[in-house]
């Protein structure tokens, strides 16, 4: 490419180049689905990222103007998307979990939940957010959904749970950038194992759920994830079967558990029809969220030896 054919010396505004940064994707054949739906967005995310901008920048200032160090800054990021295939949380270190700013690298997984939704609603009308005073994240990755139930449950402490050590050094990370060390407890545990004798008003958690077929499909931004975060055996219910297995013994009386297993719910109904799953209505898009009280897993506990 000639000096005078480069991107740098016909792109200006940032409108400018996130239309260009969405066409390189585009064209690219990039996939998207770590936070963003289509490659304007993802463009945008980038572009903003690279000149220090929120994301939530007034249109207006779509027409500003960059200078050539912040053109070249910009255009070096939104190649590195199309030429390395990471998701683009990964190359700003940031990611988005209901309204609020995560740490993020290679070892914990993109947020993405839908969970979010649920949080923000207090699971209403399942959860009582009166009675809640512990949680526990289980498998928290980057911590992202139990640090937003400690947004959401206020006078609540909270337990992040995650057998990866290396996946627990982001989760301390974000507890500490959110300053909410005195509340938030990372935990290293596989699953329960760690957890004897604690009990929990609220048990939420986005295991792993891929199966060995999807696990062979999926596009290649997913292979920079942690493949601990993703695979669950052949059918993806190997560690969901084992939540609902021990779930029992670590909720409190009145206690509900919140799992999200995703294009799993499928294979979950089929291998448990009568198991009373409670699948949750979600306004924003996703699937695969249920729920199940105490006294249900309880009086369901041989169901899933």
Known sequence: ????????????????FIRWGASRMNEAGVHFGH???????????????????????????LQAALTPAEKQAVLDLLERRV???????????????????FY?????????????????????????PDVVEHILDL????????????????????????ISTTTLEVARRNIEEHGLKERVEAIQSDLFAALAGRRYELIVSNPPYVSLEEMAQLPEEYRHEPALGLAAGEQGLD????????????LSEEGTLV???????????????????VWLDLERGGEGVFLMTAEQLR???GMFA
């Not at 304007?40 to 994301?55: N, T």
């Not at 390395?84 to 700013?101: D, I, N, S």
């Not at 993405?112 to 949080?119: G, V």
């Not at 560690?239 to 670590?250: F, H, K, W």
């Open 83 to 101: 030429r390395e295939r990471k998701p683009a949380a990964y190359l700003m270190h940031q990611a988005w979990f209901m309204g609020l700013p």
């Open 1 to 16: 490419m000639s000096d005078t054919t480069m991107p740098i010396h016909h792109l200006h505004t940032i409108r400018d």
């Open 299 to 301: 009086e369901c506990r």
């Open 239 to 250: 560690v969901v079967i084992e939540i609902l297995r021990q779930a029992p013994d670590y």
């Open 139 to 162: 498998g928290a990755g980057s911590g992202c959904i139990g640090i937003a139930c400690a947004y959401a449950f206020p006078g609540a402490r909270v337990d992040l749970a995650d």
């Open 104 to 128: 993020v690298d290679e070892r914990v997984l993109v947020p993405r939940s839908p969970l979010a939704e649920l949080i923000e609603r207090h699971f209403a009308p399942w959860v009582d």
């Open 35 to 61: 936070g963003t739906a289509d490659a304007i967005d993802e463009a945008a995310a980038l572009v903003l990222h690279a000149l220090h901008l929120s994301p939530d920048l007034h249109e207006e200032y």
């Open 259 to 277: 799992v999200e297993v995703g294009n799993a719910q499928y294979t979950l109904c089929e291998a448990f029809p009568d198991a009373p799953l």
